[in-house]
């Protein structure tokens, strides 16, 4: 009626259909390893030839403005060093603080971070990156745009 499973004169049994091996049901992780290996190191190569140090005059550029249907907290920047959130003036290591009480989406209200052209570099960078560890992810910088001629 069908195979025999031990008995058989014919030597131990009976193979598949032209003799195939079964199925493999593992899943063979070392191409994926490979390739992602190689991706890893094209990225480490690739990240430093991605910041290249060129002058570059920030305020001016030639983008448009963003529509915006609701407005975005502000900070500014002035030349002097003075920080102001909206038109107020506050200490820089404030700044955390008073963005959680002004925020009403929480930490993905926007934040544009309006900087003037002569305002230290350095005074700019900080003002971010405290806005950035107090959880804000939505960061913009503000420019002007360039007038056509």
Known sequence: MG?????????GGRR???GRKAVMSEINVTPFVDVML?????FMVAA???TVGVPLDLPKTSAKA???E???IT???KADGAVFLQETAIPADEIAAKLEAVATTGYTERIFVRGDGAAPYGVIADVMSRIQQAGFTNIGLVTEQKPDN
């Open 3 to 11: 195979m025999s499973v031990g008995g058989s004169k014919g030597g």
């Open 16 to 18: 598949r259909r032209g």
């Open 38 to 42: 190689v991706l890893l190191i094209i």
């Open 48 to 50: 430093p030839m991605m």
């Open 66 to 68: 963003l529509n915006a």
């Open 70 to 72: 609701t407005q975005p």
């Open 75 to 77: 900070v500014s920047v």
